[in-house]
Nanobody, 120 residues
Framework: QVKLVESGGGLVQAGGSLKLSCTAS?????MGWFRQAAGKEREFVAAISWTGGTIVYGDSVKGRFTISGGYNDYTRYLQMDSLKPEDTAVYYC????????????????WGQGTQVTVSP
């Protein structure tokens, strides 16, 4: 059983930046970030392999968000720049024991979520 602890959410104005962190209690094959806005389905944001060598982003965040971390560092980061009001959501860290990618159902462990609010 892997536990995930997230931090870094908050309130920011449009155009600003925030950095989220997710620390795992042990090794996982890949880690990812998802988000869920009020009244909407959960959306894939980004994923990173354990070594950090393979990364993929959701279309809505490409060019603005950066996922990082790898190897012996059990913490993964999501740097969010040029934030927009539509980025407002609860952001969840997730970890998979054998899958890399954007399919929510393939992730085995989930963090508690952290709120990100972007004001106009």
């Amino acid at each position: 059983q892997v536990k995930l602890v997230e931090s870094g959410g908050g309130l920011v104005q449009a155009g600003g930046s925030l950095k989220l962190s997710c620390t795992a209690s042990g090794y996982t094959y890949a880690m990812g970030w998802f988000r869920q806005a009020a009244g909407k389905e959960r959306e894939f944001v980004a994923a990173i392999s354990w070594t950090g060598g393979t990364i993929v982003y959701g279309d809505s965040v490409k060019g603005r968000f950066t996922i990082s971390g790898g190897y012996n560092d059990y913490t993964r980061y999501l740097q969010m720049d040029s934030l927009k009001p539509e980025d407002t959501a609860v952001y969840y860290c997730a970890a998979s024991e054998r899958y890399f990618g954007g399919r929510e159902g393939e992730y085995d462990y989930w963090g508690q979520g952290t709120q990100v609010t972007v004001s106009p």
